[in-house]
């Protein structure tokens, strides 16, 4: 994430878990970066910051990223979407641009906390328009946006998408 604040365009925040707020200076670097911090376990704080952050977006013409599992996992697939990201971008009716990384599987060892030496590969993928959709079109906008993140990832990752539980028919990520 702190290594995001020197590559990303400008005018670019971070939308971050509070929890990192308190991780020391990793935490002060995030504040000073002008990251926006949400708590997940006050919702109606979260989506107060959630609101917040998209009318800065379109007054201060800020373009936002953001996590949309809204945490780190290690076993090899996508966690199911928060629905935020998505009410935020159709809020600021701004198109939904997925940036995708390759699995670290093959180099971070998640039981030790240990890495090798490895690469990720990253893909940015084409805009996905939220110009005149609602609330309503929150779960399929979801759900565009997780199928073709889900696709890049596997084949980045270089991991066959057939063989996860995830993908069976109807799997769709969590409402």
């Known amino acids: 994430m702190m290594g995001l604040m020197e590559v990303l365009p400008r005018r670019c925040v971070q939308i971050a878990k509070r929890e990192l707020l ?6 002060l670097v995030m504040y ?24 800065r ?3 201060e013409n800020l373009k936002v990223w953001v996590y949309p599992e809204g945490t ?26 997925p940036v995708v990384y390759s699995s670290l599987s093959s180099f971070y060892d998640a ?3 240990l890495f090798t030496s490895g690469t990720i590969k990253v893909e940015v993928l084409d805009a996905i328009p939220t110009a005149g959709l609602t609330v309503v079109d929150v779960p399929t ?4 946006c997780y199928r073709a993140m889900r696709t890049t990832f596997f084949h980045l990752s270089q991991m066959p ?3 996860r539980a995830a993908a069976k028919p109807g799997a769709q990520p969590a409402q």
């Open 22 to 27: 308190f991780m020391g200076p990793v935490g």
């Open 161 to 163: 998408q057939e063989d």
């Open 32 to 55: 000073l970066g002008g990251v926006f911090f949400i708590n997940r376990q006050c919702p109606s704080t979260a989506m107060t910051v959630m609101a917040e952050v998209g009318e």
């Open 72 to 97: 780190r996992n290690d076993n090899g697939d996508l966690l199911p979407f928060k629905k935020g990201a998505f009410y935020l971008a159709i809020q600021a009716q701004v198109p939904v641009i």
């Open 141 to 144: 906008l979801m759900d565009t």
């Open 111 to 113: 039981r030790t906390k």
């Open 57 to 59: 977006m379109v007054a």
